[in-house]
């Protein structure tokens, strides 16, 4: 459930209508709603009660850190993959003990702001990151939390670009090799091994896959703890789908809380779970103006003012994105390539997508933008990137203002070569 609906005749984002922000804020923009984050956040954590379960947003799907904030409030932590992720974390008022920190390439410097941090867990993901964590740990004479990510040859997900859990994947260890670093983690008195971590892709509309890992985690539990070695926790990682069109709906999380409750049934363990794309995915739009119409023989080419650089996905995982138009739309469909000013072909955003009949100055939203949106965003073409706005019933705010091309360039330099 969102809260993007037509009322009087116009798209709102609960009630606020699009045109109005549109209006003020300009476009390109990003539009997201605090009761959809909201709710989908208590929805998911509700799903497990009574057990208490840490959520862990995946600040990568959205690293505002309004959107952050408005999570935090409630109660969630952070799953982060830089140190620029956990601070963005702690400035949206996410504690250091709900702060998960994963990823394969971690450098020293980051681990060390991590332990400094205290966070609540560093995932491991291999055997000579371990070893770099045990000497930043014994430098910085600081206990390590740490939990193993396990790679259980599982792969799930919605595009092969991000299937996390197979065997030739890049991340986690295998589950011999996980074995090992818990009982070698446990012999040095700096790090503290915790639990278990598991993520084995993005976009997954189906349990089936979740629950084979989630089985291959708790034989490896019970196998720890049968060699007298602790195990206080299991991260369950992300990746519930989210629907992007008319599609079978993907698991609820009632459906996936049913399920992991069969699976961890009688076992005594902390769970954690780092879902992204859930929390925020159905939150945001993107809303965009139509520039132009090219009149082709074949069809109409819609061009927008948003292009591959304010959305990424439909280029690099030809990702659906379903759009509507503003203004509630009363005259039948008819067929567009929908693209944007970027110059290379791969910013088409849809070719013979059937919409109402548009015309310039028009606004269109892009639905289900609020994951992996602006968080993938570049400058390419010299574009600045665009505002983000958050609505609370009829408030809005901006709370990222739209860049300038001036503060692009206050970065760079032009070296003052000396004449030779
Ligand atoms: N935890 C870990 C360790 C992850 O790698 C990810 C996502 C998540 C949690 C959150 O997964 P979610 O609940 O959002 O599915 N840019 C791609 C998605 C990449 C996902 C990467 N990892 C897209 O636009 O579809």
Redesign the pocket.
Known sequence: MNHFDYRGGVLRCEDVALSAIADAVGTPAYVYSSATLERHYEVFKQAFAPRDILVAF?V??NANIAVINTLARKGAGA?T?SQGEIERALKAGVPPQKIIF??VGKTEQELAFAVQTGVHQI?VESVAELETLSRVAWALKMPAPIAI?VNPDVGA???E??S?GKGDAK?GVSIEQALALYARAHSDSHLEPKGL?V?I????KQLAPLEAAFRVMRGLVEKLRADGLPVERLDL?????VPYFNEPAPPSPAESAAMVGRVMDGLDIGLAF??????A?NAGVLISRVIRIQDRPKRPILVLDAGMNDL??PA??E?FHDIKPVREPTAPEQAYDVVGPICETGDTFSRDRALPPLEDGDLVAFLTAG??GAV?ASTYNARPLIAEVLVRGSAFEVVRRRWTVDEQMALETIPQWKES
């Open positions: 995946a990568k799907a799953d993959v994963s990823g995932n990510r997900g919605g595009h670009k991000i996390t991340f971590a993520h892709g993005s976009q997954i990682g992300g990746g519930l789908g780092e879902p992204g794309r859930m929390i995915g990424l996905r690099m995982y990702a994951a992996y993938m």
